[in-house]
C-alpha cells in the first residue's frame, strides 16, 4: 500500500485528512512545524517530522527515509483578511513553502500530489454554480497565492511526470470527533459560538445583498466531506496520470440566515443574531458546480449542514 506525506497534518483539516488516507489503508507521515497544527491531533504510531515547509532537505531527508509515494499539500496560511494587510508573509508561505515541497518532491523521484486550493481563486463568480472553468480572479493575496500555486502544480506535471490534483475547497465546517474540531475563530460557525461564549449576539455581516434573504451565500461542505475528496483524488493519482483542479463543496448553497437558524435549532435556543454592516470583500453569493469531482473522482458529499453544525457545536463545547 501506498505512503503519503500529509504537510500540515497537524491541522484542523490535515488532522481529518490523515484519518481518512489511514482508514483507506494508506500509510501517513505527518509533516508540520506545529505553528498552527496540535500535536494532539494526530493518532498514535502515525510518523511525526517537525520541520518548516521551507527546509527543502528535511523534506527530500523525510521523503526518502519514509519511501513516501504521494504528498498532500496541505500546509499553508488561510486567513483571506489577513492576507491583505501581510501579503509578503502569505507569499513566502504558500508559494515559496510550495515551491520547496515540489522541488524535494522532484529531487527524491515523488510524483504524486493532492495540492489544497481554494474556492477563493474565483473572487466573486459572475454565475453560480461556479465551474472549474470559471475566470479566475481572487480578491485577496491570499487567493492569489493559491491560483499561483496551481500553477506551479501544473506546470511541474507538464515539465516531468507529476500526477496531481488541486482541489478548490468551498466552506469547510463540522468535526468529526470533539477533540478535532477548528480551534480557529475565523469563520461564520465558530464566530458565532465565540459570540454566544461572550453574551454577544452573533452579527450578520449585511442583509442588503442581491440574494433571496438578502445575506450572503456560501457552499458548506463538512470536513470529514473533504477528507473522503482527498482520498479520492489520491486514488486518482495512483490510478495514473492526474493533471486537473477540482471543485469540492456540496453543489448547494446556504445564506448566512439559514446557517443562523440551524445553529439557532442545534444550541437549543434563538441565538438572536444582529444584522450590521457588509464586511468588505465579501461576494454576495459561491457555490460550487461538484460535477466533475462526481465524474472524475466518484466524489460527492454525503453530510449536510445541521450535522457540520451539530458535530461543531459539540466540539466547541468540548473544548471551551
Ligand atoms: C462566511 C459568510 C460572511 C462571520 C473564507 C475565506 C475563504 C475560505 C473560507 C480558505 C460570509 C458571513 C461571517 C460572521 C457573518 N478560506 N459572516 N458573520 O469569507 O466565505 O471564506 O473562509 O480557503 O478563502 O475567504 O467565510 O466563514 O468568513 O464567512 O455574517 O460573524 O458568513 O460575511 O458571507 P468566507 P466566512
Given at each position: 500500500m501506498t505512503t503519503w506525506l500529509v504537510t500540515g497534518g497537524a491541522g484542523y483539516i490535515g488532522a481529518h485528512v490523515v484519518r481518512a488516507l489511514i482508514d483507506s489503508g494508506r500509510d501517513v507521515v505527518v509533516y508540520d512545524?506545529?505553528?498552527?497544527?496540535?500535536?494532539?491531533r494526530i493518532p498514535e504510531g502515525v510518523p511525526i517530522v517537525e520541520g518548516d515547509v521551507h527546509d527543502a532537505v528535511t523534506l527530500a531527508h523525510t521523503m526518502r527515509s519514509h519511501e513516501i509515494d504521494g504528498v498532500v499539500h496541505l500546509a499553508a496560511k488561510k486567513a483571506a483578511g489577513e492576507s491583505v494587510d501581510l501579503p509578503l508573509y502569505y507569499y513566502r508561505e504558500n508559494v515559496v513553502g510550495l515551491l520547496s515541497v515540489l522541488e524535494a518532491m522532484e529531487g527524491t523521484g515523488v510524483r504524486r500530489m493532492v495540492y489544497s486550493s481554494s474556492a477563493?481563486?474565483?473572487?466573486?463568480?459572475?454565475?453560480?454554480?461556479?465551474?472549474?472553468d470559471e475566470p479566475l480572479r481572487p480578491e485577496s493575496p491570499y487567493g492569489e497565492t493559491k491560483v499561483v500555486g496551481e500553477w506551479m502544480v501544473r506546470d511541474a506535471g507538464v515539465a516531468w511526470d507529476l500526477s496531481w490534483a488541486s482541489l478548490r475547497y468551498f466552506n469547510v465546517a463540522g468535526a468529526g470527533s470533539d477533540a478535532l474540531?477548528?480551534?480557529?475563530?475565523?469563520?461564520?460557525i465558530p464566530m458565532v459560538f465565540a459570540a454566544l461564549d461572550e453574551g454577544r449576539r452573533p452579527q450578520v455581516?449585511?442583509?442588503?445583498?442581491?440574494?433571496p434573504d438578502g445575506t450572503c451565500i456560501r457552499d458548506y461542505i463538512h470536513v470529514q466531506d473533504l477528507a473522503d475528496a482527498h482520498v479520492a483524488a489520491a486514488e486518482r493519482c495512483e490510478a495514473g496520470r492526474c493533471a486537473d483542479v477540482f471543485n469540492v463543496g456540496r453543489g448547494e448553497g446556504s445564506s448566512v440566515h439559514e446557517v443562523m437558524g440551524v445553529i439557532s435549532a442545534a444550541v437549543g435556543r434563538d441565538i438572536a443574531p444582529e444584522v450590521v454592516g457588509r464586511r468588505a470583500g465579501d461576494p454576495p453569493a459561491t457555490f460550487a458546480s461538484t460535477s466533475r469531482i462526481e465524474a472524475e473522482l466518484g466524489w460527492r458529499a454525503t453530510r449536510d449542514l445541521p450535522s457540520m453544525v451539530e458535530s461543531a457545536w459539540s466540539a466547541w463545547q468540548a473544548n471551551h
Open positions: 512545524d506545529f505553528s498552527a497544527g496540535l500535536a494532539r477563493a481563486v474565483y473572487g466573486t463568480p459572475a454565475v453560480n454554480p461556479v465551474t472549474e474540531g477548528d480551534t480557529s475563530v475565523n469563520n461564520l455581516f449585511g442583509d442588503d445583498y442581491p440574494t
